[in-house]
């Protein structure tokens, strides 16, 4: 259902972005510029300017048909309890330290990686003579 959802969500995205570039751009879509338009008397009645109205309309109902699919699949759950570690705990200074339960943090070890860099099997220059 989700997918199906979304599948039409972005037609209706594409379909109203062609909608809105295709208007002329003073005095037709939405009365934005050059006077006239949704908010006076004399309404724009052609036919880019219903369609607008019409897909942004279908847009913002799969958005929130997007929202309500995508909270009803999400469960309750926290990020935290989806990891398996426990909510933060207070450690007596104010500070909020998250429980790690049995994790156990090492340090990488000596084979991980060198502390310093290999010396190079180049020889050296010779001096520069004067």
Do not use: Y
Not at 8 to 18: N, S, V
Not at 55 to 80: E, H, K, M, P, Q
């Amino acid at each position: 259902m989700e997918n199906v959802v979304l599948a039409i969500h972005l037609i209706i995205a594409l379909c109203l972005i062609g909608v809105v570039l295709l208007q002329r751009s003073e005095g037709g879509g939405l009365g934005m510029g050059g006077g006239g338009g949704a908010m006076t008397g004399r309404s724009a009645a052609n036919a880019l300017t219903k369609l607008t109205w019409i897909l942004a309309i279908a847009f913002i109902v799969t958005s929130l048909t997007l929202t309500v699919l995508a909270a009803r699949n999400a469960g309750g759950d926290s990020v935290l309890e989806r990891l398996g570690i426990d909510a933060p705990i207070a450690d007596g200074s104010g500070s909020l330290v998250p429980d790690l339960g049995d994790a156990v943090l090492t340090p990488p070890s000596s084979t991980d990686a060198p502390a310093t860099p290999p010396a190079e099997d180049t020889p050296a220059a010779p001096p520069a003579s004067e």
